[in-house]
């Protein structure tokens, strides 16, 4: 039997909290992010959109597209509590249960009972307890996998419903722009295009083999969902395999008291999410090592990380051991690049060294 898949997607999330809580914002280009030169947006609202503005663009770049953008700093906490919301909401639903940041999530409802098991009205309950709780608005997308619940989730933004049902899946799939499969970005779409491959009915007509020999391994999974298959299953206890902070400077640091000084200016927002990750995991996911990243002034990076010892019986990482650690790391990282750094950030990871996961 086919699953039953659904994907929401926040609109806008955290642009729309900020218009939900400051109506004068609601009518105007907004975008959540910094102002300096070097500033990236995290989002911005769909008035913001209709200029080509969108989620990593600088903010230079950004007010050159849109000169009367409004531009507002970003409050995690309460985008958190937000998120938490929507999170127990779905979990009334189901168990299986995978979410993707602060703004999105997979829910499998192929056991629900509720409403005789229509995924279509499910989803439609789902948008209406977000609403009803949060004044928030949310797209669904209702389909047998996860690629193509996505795929509609993002078919009739904002505050849309899209249903792709088992038997309609060959019909829509074929005329997807090759832009729509999940792991195509510009390059890839570019490569894809150059080949004369537009759609998915194209990339499948080339074959599996094709496929492979010019894009390597990626090549099988291009032509599984370019068929409209998907056999991902829904992952709802992954563990985090680091956790870190890290800052963009709008100036260069140059010396090394610099670097140091914007370390102990990040440290402690570090260790208070260290402590809290340990408080609620307990020793389950303690840290294997330290690592320090940064990024010079031509845009080369440099990680450094080392091991470091975990006594279960303490309840905390020694906070002047974790800064001596840093400090070495931090000598060590400089004196492979000894040119003015951009970027700094520092973190622990769980397992298998870091991954770039940022809470800052």
Sequence with gaps: MPKKIIHIDMDCFFAAVEMRDQPELKNIPLAIGGKGPRSVLSTCNYLARKFGIRSAMSSVYALKLCPGLTIIPGNMEKYLRESQVIQSIFHTFTSKVQTLGLDEAYLDVSDSKKFNGSATLLAKEIKKQIYAQTKLTSSAGVAPNKFLAKVASDWKKPDGLFVIRPEDVESFIKELPVEKINGVGKVTAQKL?????????????LGEQDLIKYFGKFGKRLYDLSCGIDQSEIQNKTERK???????????????????????????????????????????????????????????????????SWNPNLSALRYQDLREQLEKLLRMAYERGKRPIRLLGLGVYFEHGPSQLKLL
């Design 242 to 308: 680091s956790l870190s902070v890290e800052r963009t400077f709008e100036t260069d640091l140059i010396t090394m008291e610099e670097m140091k000084d914007m370390t102990e200016t990040l440290f402690p927002i570090f260790h208070k999410r260290l402590m809290g990750h340990i408080e609620k995991k307990g020793f389950k996911n303690h840290p294997k090592g330290i690592f320090l990243k940064l990024r010079f002034n031509d845009f080369k990076t440099v990680t450094t990380q080392m091991s470091m």
């Design 193 to 205: 295009k150059k080949l004369g491959l537009y759609k998915c009915q194209d990339v499948r007509s």
